[in-house]
Antibody, heavy 118, light 108 residues
């Protein structure tokens, strides 16, 4: 059974960079699309971006200037960096797996809360 | 960018049928996926590619997609179906996933 686990600081200061890692277990990270999705408290889901195991990326146009994603196949991990954060970036961040380019996300992590505050 | 519009809330009595809509410009030409999210939990896929159902999802869940509206239908609604539901499509013009705003299903 594939499992995804987000990890990273739960508190980030304004203007700094949010960094999260998703570790994939129970299966290979190769040949899948790996997404980051976030959800502010009481609000809907927002797709941040995705990375294929080759390293190619697609980002949400509204966040593109601040987002960087990377993948480490040797560790079965992929990562998110979101720069210049503000309180509006406070949310639960999920990582998720997509089978192919236009495919749904079939496995999700449990989510991790990141709070932006001084 | 592409916009998906969902009603904020839908209420239904137990045993009745709930229909949750997802509106978008010519959405019928896209593949729509639906997720169920209960409080404090990650979303769970309930319908993919408009009308397919993952293993483990009850047959009471079904989907359709035509014209400018996709619909998630839940038959014989149970108390356990109470959750937020999100539709999702891939927007090829911006190469990005788009989610609807979500619909809170309340079982009366």
């Amino acid at each position: 059974q594939v499992q995804l686990q987000e990890s990273g600081p739960g508190l980030v200061k304004p203007s700094e960079t949010l960094s999260l890692t998703c570790t994939v277990s129970g299966g290979s990270i190769s040949s899948y699309y790996w997404s980051w999705i976030r959800q502010p408290a009481g609000k809907g889901l927002e797709w941040i971006g995705r990375i294929y195991t080759s390293g190619s990326t697609n980002y949400n146009p509204s966040l593109k200037s601040r987002v960087t994603m990377s993948v480490d196949t040797s560790k079965n991990q992929f990562s998110l960096k979101l720069s210049s954060v503000t309180a509006a970036d406070t949310a639960v961040y999920y990582c998720a797996r997509g089978l192919s380019s236009g495919s749904y996300q079939d496995y999700w992590g449990q989510g991790t809360l990141v709070t932006v505050s001084s | 960018s592409y916009v998906l519009t969902q009603p904020p809330s839908v209420s239904v009595a137990p045993g009745k049928t709930a229909r949750i809509t997802c509106g978008g410009n010519n959405i019928g030409s896209k593949s729509v996926h639906w997720y169920q999210q209960k409080p404090g939990q990650a979303p769970v896929l309930v319908i993919y590619y408009d009308s397919d159902r993952p293993s483990g999802i009850p047959e009471r869940f079904s989907g359709s997609n035509s014209g400018n509206t996709a619909t998630l239908t839940i038959s014989r609604v149970e108390a356990g179906d109470e959750a937020d539901y999100y539709c999702q499509v891939w927007d090829s013009s911006s190469d990005s996933w788009v989610f609807g705003g979500g619909t809170k299903l309340t079982v009366l």
